[in-house]
């Protein structure tokens, strides 16, 4: 573990808030443990184990029936932790892989096998280094084949520079983190904000998670600048959005989020029982298990 890195909090508090029954978690991690699984060596982090049995702990104490893991740039394209959580899982978690050019079809089958149903491409300089529009064109057209999608994962600043790739992208993309809007600015005089909710209210390709408090707040908790974006999405969307704790808070500077205290945004979120769930039930059944 790098000796700034946060873990990830010890005993969060119980929500107050109930999930309705079947609620997926629709982005989370696991890492390692390192031992097992070790840190990939071209990693711009190494974090503190967060393994599967802590994670379905938790997922269970929060009151949720399934999870969505997603690979984190921590182990590259080694996709090795996520498939061993998946098969111990039960069916009830599903994954987002990340892979590198020289991936096999055999080895896209097997994560297919194993339950993964996307891939996902990070453009956050501090986390990966940009591959080439090629090289996303010709993953695209592989995972097609596969009936998988897309998660993508940009600060709002590179939303201009890369909607015209995206739109190549024949394929339903998942953005991570609401784009990662500038909350500091009232959402009214926000023009970055304004475009990506045009884009994504125009082109049903697009699915937003709402997720990501703890990183994009400025304020910090209870977050309140970052409710009214969320809630701006999912009002827009509310059949293309997804929720999730993005435990275990990886890259965390200032503090580390009581992950029930994540779970009680929700109804500032998605205000009405029928946004919740579509938000927390249907949106993520459909995406993942059908
Ligand atoms: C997240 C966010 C982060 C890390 C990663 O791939 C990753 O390493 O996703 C981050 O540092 O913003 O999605 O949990």
């Not at 300089?125 to 090289?135: C, G, H, K, S, Y």
């Not at 997804?242 to 992950?259: E, I, V, Y």
């Amino acid at each position: 573990m790098d000796p700034n890195y946060m873990p990830f909090h010890p005993n969060p508090s119980k929500p107050t808030f109930t999930v309705p029954a079947g609620a997926v978690d629709a982005h989370c991690h696991v890492f390692g443990p390192g031992e097992i699984f070790p840190y990939h060596p071209t990693r711009k982090y190494t974090p503190c184990d967060a393994p599967k049995e802590t994670l379905f702990a938790r997922r269970d104490f929060l009151g949720f029936e399934r999870n969505v893991i997603v690979q984190a740039s921590c182990h590259g394209p080694d996709n090795r932790a996520l498939v061993d959580a998946l098969k111990a899982s039960n069916d009830k978690a599903k994954g987002i892989a990340v892979v590198d050019g020289d991936v096999t079809d055999k080895e896209l089958h097997e994560l297919n096998e194993a339950g993964v149903k996307g891939v996902r491409f990070n453009f956050v300089p501090r986390l990966a280094d940009e591959e080439t529009p090629e090289f996303y064109r010709a993953i695209v057209a592989r995972i097609r084949k596969l009936d998988w999608q897309l998660v993508v994962y940009f600060e709002a600043s590179e939303l201009a520079r890369l909607t015209p790739l995206f739109k190549t992208f024949d394929l339903p993309i998942v953005v991570d983190h609401l784009g990662v809007p500038d909350v500091s600015k009232p959402m009214d005089s926000n023009p970055d904000f304004d475009a990506f909710v045009k884009l994504v209210s125009e082109d049903d390709r697009f699915v937003v998670k709402v997720t990501c408090p703890e990183r994009i707040s400025k304020q910090g908790p209870p977050y309140d600048d970052f409710v009214p974006y969320a809630r701006r999405v999912a009002e827009a969307i509310p059949d293309r959005v997804l929720w999730g704790t993005d435990w275990p808070h990886p890259n965390m500077r200032t503090h580390m989020p009581d992950d029930g205290k994540l779970v009680d945004m929700i109804p500032k979120i998605a205000v009405t029982a029928e946004q919740q769930r579509k938000l927390l039930v249907d949106n993520p059944m459909r995406l993942y298990w059908r």
